[in-house]
Structure formats: C-alpha cells, structure tokens
C-alpha cells in the first residue's frame, strides 16, 4: 500500500478518535465523577451550614435563656393576679415567689451578659403560658379565683423546677450550676420541699 493510497482509496481512511488519555480530553466518566463530587460537596457545606447556624443551640447559654424567658411568664402572672387574690395562702405564694423569682431572674440575667447571650422578644413570647391565663379568666368569672390560682401558680412553679434541674444537668458551668442550684433551692423552699432529698 501506498502512502498515497488514501487520496485515491478514501474508503481506507478512518475517522479521528477522541483521545482518552490523560492528555486528552476528559471521559464522559471523569464529568460524571466530578459532578458527583460538586453536588456532593454542595451537601455536605448544607449540612453543616444547617447544623450549625441555623440549627437551634440547646447548650447551657439558651437553657439559661429558657429559664430567664419563664422567670419573666411567673412574674408576669403573678402581677396580674396581685389585685385578685384574697386567700392567706395564695398571697404567701405570691409574694414569696415574686421576691425569689425576682432575685432568680437577676443572677440568670448577669450569667446571660457574660456569655453575650441576649433573649430576645421572640423567645419572651414564646415562653407565655396563654392556657394559665385563659384558666385564670374563667375562674375569674367563676367566683373561684384564689383557689385556681394557687393550684395553677403552684403546678408552673414545679414546671420551672424541673426545669431548672434540667439545666443544672445540661451544664459543667461552676457558676451556672451555682445560679442554678439557688434558685431551685428557693423554689423548692417555698413549696415546701426537702431541697436536700431532691437536689
């Protein structure tokens, strides 16, 4: 054969191919891998991204956040039933727990400051316990206000209770669980429980 049998044979002439090596163009393989990789990729940074911004925190600093966020709804309760209230009993209950709670609320606010945690509307908002208010409304109209009251105001003390155990758990803070010990103390104090067989 020829050297020019191809100008008078073109039947004898192949086509290119398409180099695959590695000085060639990329496979289709190789673009199948690397789009792969990228949605891949593009998962994980979702993911983590997700994880850790948008994710809710439920570390010490926003338990302390739940925790100042109920103190302010107990207080809050306790304001509006001040001119109601007419049994000995309910006006012990309140006015112990406003001062506690209030002296409470203060400490938890100075261990928010340090860690540069700051609670915010939202959260205050999402703390109002609506059906105790709705309960106090009805017993208004009912003529049964003190009673409902003090067992109301007694069953959301023993709520911030366990919450504060929780807390005292959720957290190897020295000074947090010293905060944090105080007021459980004092709440179990003025509802009558033994703080040394259920601290």
Not at 46 to 66: H, M, N
Not at 121 to 132: G, H, M, R
Request: hydrophobic share 40%; glycine share 6%.
């Amino acid at each position: 054969m020829s050297e020019y049998d191809f100008f008078l044979n073109p039947q004898t002439q192949t086509s290119p191919k398409r180099s695959f090596s590695p000085n060639g163009q990329p496979s289709m393989l190789k673009r199948l891998m690397v789009v792969v990789g990228g949605i891949c990729l593009l998962i994980v940074i979702a993911w983590v991204v997700f994880g850790i911004v948008l994710k809710p925190d439920t570390g010490p600093a926003d338990r302390l956040a739940e925790i100042y966020s109920e103190q302010a709804d107990l207080l809050d309760i306790a304001s509006g039933a001040k001119s109601k209230i007419r049994s000995s009993e309910s006006q012990e209950l309140l006015a112990g727990s406003v001062v506690l709670l209030n002296s409470d609320h203060f400490a938890i606010n100075s261990l928010l400051e340090k860690l540069g945690r700051e609670v915010t509307k939202l959260e205050l908002q999402n703390a109002v316990d609506q059906t105790i208010r709705d309960e106090l409304n009805a017993a208004t109209s009912a003529n049964t206000y003190d009673t409902s009251f003090y067992e109301l105001y007694t069953n959301k003390l023993l709520e911030y209770r366990s919450q504060l155990a929780e807390a005292y758990a959720g957290t190897d803070s020295t000074s947090q669980r010293e905060t944090i010990n105080q007021a459980y103390a004092n709440i179990s104090i003025l509802l009558g429980y033994d703080v040394a067989a259920t601290n």
